[in-house]
């Protein structure tokens, strides 16, 4: 299960996905997150929204206790720009981090692609992951997470925004704020069966198997 550096230089032969795919295994689905979605429940925008309307009321409603008038109105102001920019901050950082990633479902595995300085992928073969958790925000968009065997190997801050929220030790990636995300996991659920369930056929040829049985 890579999780690999990738080369900012080097082109991809299919969008996301670090090389070809092997013969037989196909592509079922390939996203990205909603950005809205995305600034609200993994950079905290409505949070920094809700904390600078506060700020910027209480000075007002001092304005009109008796405090300084122009000092407060001013201070005001101030918080409101300030939180603001702050907020679009926020949203750009989103939507950048929306545009540079993509996931991809496989009949064989996850690949998420992601990052902004630094772009990396992580492959998620369908044998390693134990459990998938969905969860559905309040736009609409949902999160699939993923709960998989070697989790300690990586990491939380690298792979952040991309893992499932509140969970470190270990940490789970995660599809972040995806759209169809019930659909995407009963896709999901239904591709690892059948890949897990399929058994592995020796194609050993006729000659070789009765030249080792006379061995």
């Known amino acids: ?17 670090p090389e070809a795919l092997p013969q037989g295994e196909e592509i079922l689905w390939q996203g990205r997150p909603s950005w809205i979605a995305l600034a609200v429940e993994a950079f905290g925008v409505l949070w920094v929204a809700a904390i600078t309307l506060g700020l910027a009321a209480w000075r007002v409603i001092a304005a009109f206790a008796g405090a300084p008038w122009e000092a407060n109105i001013a201070l005001a102001i101030a918080i409101a720009i300030l939180g603001g920019g702050l ?17 991809t479902l496989t009949t064989g595995r996850v690949v998420m692609r992601f990052g902004v300085m630094q772009t990396m992928k992580l492959q998620i073969p369908f044998n390693r992951i134990r459990n998938a958790a969905l969860s559905i925000g309040r736009s609409g968009a949902g999160t699939i997470a993923l709960d998989i065997t070697g989790a300690g190997n990586l990491s939380h801050i690298l792979s952040w925004p991309h893992v499932r929220p509140w969970h470190t030790r270990p940490m789970q990636p995660a599809l972040r704020c995806i759209a169809g995300a019930q ?33």
């Open 1 to 17: 299960m890579p999780h690999d550096h990738h080369d900012d230089f080097q082109v991809e032969p299919i969008p996301g996905l």
């Open 87 to 103: 907020a679009a901050v926020l949203c750009l950082a989103a939507w950048l981090q929306a545009r540079e990633t993509v996931y």
């Open 183 to 215: 659909d995407v996991a009963q896709l999901l659920a239904e591709a690892a069966e059948t890949a897990l369930t399929t058994p592995t056929i020796d194609r050993t040829p006729a000659y070789a198997a009765a030249a080792t049985a006379a061995e």
